[in-house]
């Protein structure tokens, strides 16, 4: 409330009169920064072409120069150790880091002295006190007794972190406009938020809005703590702590893995201890930041095996989403899966449309450890654990088997398969395999082996999850045998790949994903016949099993058969599975008589066989210890 709001609201009058504490402001002069705490004067969500976000980050970083585009004010590397009675710890990171503010309508950190990010001392705290947790004396020590509201007893001072350097990620590319090579600047810190799930799983056809969001790319940020007694600290144990507590994550979105694998300089990352470790290398069209840069975003392991989980769970249940909320997180609580992808090797091709990427890394995945004073309730917490944790390794199979991760996932890679069709255009799809460490992590050679996983997988599921009267829902991609068909074939090149591009099948919604739809031209001011792209319903993998054969597997979804209509040639279902016949596909799961299916009654899900153990009981899988 303003000082004359609150002088009228009592009435006190102002001894001054109005026109001389009128201020002459023009709103357009105003910084950015400070509009965008006003509604509707600077909108900053929006990911696309956004000139007030692209105002707002060129005030926030306020360049040097032209030619030296870097952030005006950084701060330089501090004496490191005990300084006075400040204690610094140097960490990088090696993916992005996040906080949130709390202000504007954009994810960013809190800005410090001269709009240098800034990560809060009690952020920090909190993960000392995670990590001293065991440990009753040192969380006094250091911490403090929240039970009593009791300050730390050594006088111990968390004071935050700050990056040094640019914290902007800026670099200069060369990027072609209008025909010409040209160099321009660019921010990595802008990040991006593509939510996709309703598209993709749901029943959306409209494409979702991406969102802006600031993160610190690869920064290496300076820890300083203090101590009311700094030379009887025993400062080792502080770093020792504090390098335990950073394995948990800083920051947020650590569940996707920023703020993760923080190390000293001179020691390798710090890889948190999860269950769950697969090696993998894969290669295929790269993400891209908002200006158009790519960068592998681990971030979309995540996503993959959400989308998967919402697949499976669509096919045995209508109550799936309070499941998928507590393991992948909602808008009310935090995820309990956790990943992080410690990357060993990247590539990029650039001069490629789209960008493509090569890497290599290992994948962990934890679920998080609930607590309970009460031991029965601890053990009932700790067997949920275990389930989901057996739940999502086989998620991340199927994820594997059946198509990828990341974009085009839906496709094989054609620079690999369809090589004639790179070189005259772009790249399409993906391919991942095992590294050489982990081939035994699978045991899929042969097409009953495929069978019988898949037919495991949604046992699992049918049993954990459905209900007597459940029914699958009617999403284009509900994973129950009534609604799908895969097919496969054991090969050493792809026979399929060609009917992708076939001039009808891929016209054809649900093969394609091309849809023709009416759009108004503006030159001509008449409607014409435009394609918009969508998703396909048909998924195609080339999965490697060794002796450099495949199995070459085609999933087919025919639920919703008006998908699967051509424009002029009418329904394609038929002559698709007849011509995947003709190329020695044979059926493996799922509906074996797909052209009976029709999209206007789905199918009741079969209920669970009372001679079926309950998962608990049933040995699927067991994860491997951690790579220490």
């Given at each position: 409330?303003?000082f004359s709001?609150a002088f009228e609201r009592?009435g006190i009058?102002?001894s001054?009169?109005k ?8 709103p357009?002069?105003?910084p950015m920064?400070y509009?965008?705490?006003?509604s509707?004067?600077?909108s900053?969500q929006f990911?696309?072409n956004n000139q007030d ?5 060129k005030e926030?970083?306020?360049p ?8 005006r004010?950084?701060r330089k590397e501090?004496k490191?150790?005990l300084d006075?009675s400040?204690?610094?710890i ?10 949130n ?5 954009i994810?960013r950190p ?8 800034y990560l809060s001392g009690?952020s920090?705290k909190?993960?000392f ?5 065991d440990s009753?004396?040192?969380l006094r020590?250091y911490?403090?007794?929240d039970d ?7 006088g ?10 640019d914290?902007?990620?800026m ?12 160099m321009?600047?660019?921010y ?5 938020i593509h939510?996709q799930?309703l598209?993709?799983v749901?029943e959306k056809?409209s494409s ?7 993160s610190l790319f690869?920064?290496t ?6 101590s009311?007694d700094p030379?009887?600290t025993n ?5 020792n702590?504090f390098?335990?507590?950073i394995?948990?994550g ?5 569940s996707?893995g920023?703020?993760l694998?923080g190390?000293?300089v001179d020691?390798p990352?710090e890889?948190p201890?999860?269950?769950i ?6 290669r295929g069209?790269s993400?891209?930041l908002?200006?158009d840069?790519?960068?592998f ?7 993959t ?7 499976l ?9 309070d499941i998928?909320?507590r393991?992948?997180?909602s808008?009310s ?6 990943i992080?992808?410690?990357?060993t ?7 490629k ?12 995945i ?5 607590e ?13 654990r275990?389930?989901?944790?057996r739940?999502?390794?086989q998620?991340?199979?199927f994820a594997f088997v ?5 974009k085009?996932?839906?496709?094989v ?9 790179v070189?005259?255009k772009f790249?399409?799809?993906c391919?991942w ?21 898949i037919e495991?997988?949604y046992t699992?599921c049918?049993d954990?999850?459905s209900?007597q009267?459940s029914?699958c829902?009617?999403w284009?991609e509900a994973?129950?045998?009534?609604c ?7 090969t050493r ?5 060609r009917?992708?591009h076939?001039e009808?099948?891929k016209k054809?919604?649900a093969?394609g994903?091309r ?13 014409e ?10 998924w195609?993998?080339?999965?490697p099993?060794?002796?450099?054969q495949?199995l070459?597997i085609?999933?087919?979804f025919h639920s919703d058969?008006?998908?699967w209509k051509?424009?002029d ?5 038929k002559p698709?599975l007849?011509?995947i016949?003709?190329k020695?596909?044979?059926y493996?799961?799922?509906?074996q008589n797909?052209?009976q ?6 199918p009741?899900?079969?209920?669970p066989?009372?001679?079926q153990?309950p ?5 699927i899988?067991?994860?491997k210890p951690?790579?220490?």
């Open positions: 409330m303003s709001k009592v009058q102002s001054k009169s026109a001389s504490t009128k201020l002459e402001i023009n357009e002069e105003v920064m509009r965008a705490q006003v509707g004067r600077c900053l990911a696309g976000l692209e105002d707002w980050r926030w970083v306020d040097k120069l032209d030619n030296d585009p870097q952030p004010y950084q501090p490191l150790g006075g400040i204690y610094r140097k960490i990088e990171f090696p993916f992005r880091l996040s906080s503010c709390g202000q504007d309508s994810l809190i800005m410090g002295k001269n709009g240098i990010p009690s920090v909190g993960l006190r995670r990590a001293c947790k009753p004396n040192k020590l911490c403090g007794d009593n509201l009791t300050p730390s007893t050594l111990f001072r968390f004071h935050g972190a700050y990056p040094i350097g914290w902007s990620g670099r200069k590319v060369r990027v072609r406009k209008r025909g010409e090579m040209i321009e600047t660019r990595r810190m802008l990040d991006v939510p799930q598209r993709q749901g056809d979702p809005n991406a969102f802006a969001m600031v690869q920064p940020m300076v820890f300083e703590f203090s009311a030379k009887n400062w080792q144990e502080v770093e702590i390098l335990q507590a394995q948990l800083v920051g947020g979105k650590t996707t920023y703020g694998g190390h000293l020691r990352s890889i201890k999860y269950p470790t697969v090696a993998f290398k894969g069209v993400p891209t908002r200006s840069e790519p960068e975003r681990p971030n979309l392991f995540k996503a095996l959400r989308g998967h989980v919402k697949r769970l669509a096919g045995v249940t209508q109550a799936g989403k998928e909320d393991l992948f997180g808008s609580d935090p995820s309990q899966l956790q992080f992808w410690q990357e090797a990247i590539k990029y091709d650039e001069i449309k789209p960008a493509t990427f090569s890497t290599e890394g290992i994948l962990h934890d679920i998080k450890r609930q309970s004073d009460d031991i029965k309730k601890q053990l009932e917490f700790d067997a949920q275990e389930s989901d944790l739940f999502i390794e998620v991340l199979m059946m198509g990828g991760f990341g085009s996932w839906r496709r890679s054609h620079e690999i398969f369809y090589k004639d069709y070189s005259k790249e399409i799809g391919h395999e095992l590294a050489s460490t982990d081939l035994k992590w699978l045991a899929i050679k042969s097409i009953d082996d495929l069978k019988q996983f495991g997988l699992v049918r954990r999850f209900s009267s029914s829902q009617t284009r994973w129950n045998p009534n799908v068909t895969v097919y496969a074939s054991i090149e792809s026979n399929v790949v009917l992708f076939d009808i099948f054809t919604p093969i994903g849809t023709i739809v009416k759009k108004f031209n503006r030159k001509t001011q008449e409607e016949d435009k394609e918009q792209l969508g998703f396909s319903n048909v195609h993998r080339m999965l099993i060794g002796n450099n495949y070459e085609v999933t087919v058969r008006s998908k051509h424009r040639e009418g329904d394609q279902l698709f007849d011509a016949a003709a020695g596909m044979k493996v799961w799922g509906n797909p052209l299916n029709s999209s206007k009654s789905l009741s899900i079969p209920t066989s009372k001679t153990l998962l608990s009981n049933k040995p899988l067991k994860p951690p790579i220490q």
